[in-house]
């Protein structure tokens, strides 16, 4: 299993990025995906999660509802998250994960945000 992010940077608060995970060495289309985060010093918050198949079902926690947006394109095996309204609490390292621990997960790529 490889999972690799990429996409993460600098921004502004109001600012968007959008993050991307190239899968690969499993099915990616049979899983339900992650997008885990990790704040300096804080443990392990999950951002989204997006369902198997054509991914139809997301969720998202209450602190980047209506803000990050979960997709995926099976035929690529990539896994994406834009993230819009960035604030500087959403400075994080952030993961793709193939479970919600986090147990299985890439390398991370980091996003900050600030002025």
């Known amino acids: 299993v490889q999972l690799v992010e990429s996409g993460g940077g600098l921004a502004q608060p109001g600012g968007s990025l959008r993050l991307s995970c190239a899968a690969s060495?499993?099915?990616?289309?049979?899983?339900?995906m992650y997008w885990i985060r990790q704040a300096p010093g804080k443990g392990l918050e999950w951002v989204s999660r997006?369902?198997?198949?054509?991914?139809?079902?997301?969720y998202y926690p209450d602190s980047v509802k209506g803000r990050f947006t979960a997709s995926r394109d099976n035929a690529k095996n990539t896994l994406y998250l834009q993230m819009n309204n960035l604030q500087p609490e959403d400075t994080a390292l952030y993961y793709c994960?193939?479970?919600?621990?986090?147990?299985?997960r890439g390398q991370g790529t980091q996003v900050t945000v600030s002025s």
């Open positions: 994960a193939r479970d919600e621990a986090g147990q299985i």
């Open positions: 997006i369902s198997s198949g054509g991914g139809g079902l997301t």
């Open positions: 060495g499993f099915t990616f289309s049979h899983y339900w």
